[in-house]
């Protein structure tokens, strides 16, 4: 691969590390981060700081910088989503920040856990094309609507919603895989550490999984 791009959920730690390793290794770095947003969907950013529920459910962007600006951007709004807040208050950012901050930044709309993912895997359509307006007014051709394919239940419901989105709106799309682990004989394991984090035990039925799919791919 010429390049490879790493977007940890929430911050942006591992940036310099992976910068680093790949330039090293005759690959291009791209630096973005995966931060939970507060859409502000009928309901204000203070309320959702106060919600444990709220925080939990907030939807994420995927957010990539492709200029020197955009790398100081999303400095700043990962920043924000740990400093501008109250204390124990989930990390997240308010959309109008977004909105500030999104010069230099290329969005991704987010896979199973985004911004319109969630809306469509909870029928709320309606809300799922005002969100991505909102996101074309900011983004405009730096928007992609994004695919995941790990065989998961959420992507297979909202992959044709997400594709007519797409065609109605002229909007280009981009698959992706959510990397977890570097290869499929590395799943059972990394199964095994997601109960250890979780205090859970593998026979449990109803407990969070991820698939053998979700191992570094070759494009």
């Given at each position: ?27 291009q ?9 507060d ?15 709220v ?10 910088a ?38 230099g ?8 856990g ?38 998961m239940?959420?992507e ?31 799943y ?15 026979a449990?039925?109803?407990r ?12």
């Amino acid at each position: 691969m010429p390049a490879i791009a790493l977007t940890d959920t929430g911050n942006l730690y591992g940036a310099l590390e992976f910068s680093e390793a790949a330039v090293k290794g005759g690959v291009q770095p791209i630096i973005g981060c995966t931060l939970s947003v507060d859409f502000a969907d009928g309901e204000s950013e203070t309320d959702s700081a106060m919600s444990p529920t709220v925080r939990q459910t907030l939807p994420s962007l995927v957010l990539i910088a492709c200029d020197e600006d955009g790398y100081q951007n999303l400095l700043k709004l990962s920043s924000s989503a740990f400093l501008d807040h109250e204390d124990g208050a989930e990390p997240h950012i308010a959309f109008d920040m977004v909105e500030a901050s999104s010069r230099g930044v290329i969005c991704l709309t987010g896979g199973p856990g985004g911004a319109i993912d969630t809306c469509i895997a909870e029928r709320q359509l309606d809300e799922a094309g005002r969100r991505l307006e909102r996101l074309h007014r900011v983004f405009g051709d730096r928007l992609y609507i994004e695919l995941q394919r790990h065989g998961m239940e959420q992507e297979q419901i909202c992959e044709g919603y997400l594709l007519q989105l797409a065609y109605e709106m002229a909007l280009p799309v981009v698959a992706t895989n959510n990397v977890f682990f570097a290869k499929e004989d590395d799943y059972e394991a990394h199964d095994a550490l997601i109960c250890i984090a979780e205090g859970t035990v593998v026979a449990v039925p109803d407990r969070r999984r991820l698939t053998p799919e979700h191992r570094f791919k070759s494009s």
